[in-house]
Nanobody, 126 residues
């Protein structure tokens, strides 16, 4: 059973940067696609990025394209979300989710069977 634990959230000023981590245990990530989602208070969950581990294919939401980058450290079985040029609209709880044997971007029915982490809070404020 794959387990995911996010970390790296916190308070950052507008224009700043954060790197989120999603550490996996219970399985290697080779067969997974890993997506980052976020949910702000009163808003629907939003897909932020997706990375297919086996071939490195990635995709990003338009709202973060050019500012966020997802990467992997296979030796550490960890996925990262590097976030730059943060603005207040990026404030949310960020979750990582993993689905085996699919490619990015994830379809809604694939997200339904994802393994999820507990989330990490990112707050962008002056």
């Amino acid at each position: 059973q794959l387990q995911l634990v996010e970390s790296g959230g916190g308070l950052v000023q507008p224009g700043g940067s954060l790197r989120l981590s999603c550490a996996a245990s219970g399985s290697t990530l080779n067969i997974y696609s890993i997506a980052w989602f976020r949910q702000a208070p009163g808003k629907e969950r939003e897909g932020v990025s997706c990375l297919t581990i086996v071939d490195g294919t990635s995709s990003y939401a338009d709202s973060v394209k050019g500012r966020f980058t997802t990467s992997t450290n296979n030796a550490k079985n960890t996925i990262y979300l590097e976030m730059n040029s943060l603005n207040v609209e990026d404030t949310a709880v960020y979750f990582c989710a993993a689905v085996p044997l699919v490619v990015c971007p994830l379809l809604p029915k694939e997200v339904e069977r994802a393994s999820w982490g507990q989330g990490t809070q990112v707050t962008v404020s002056a």
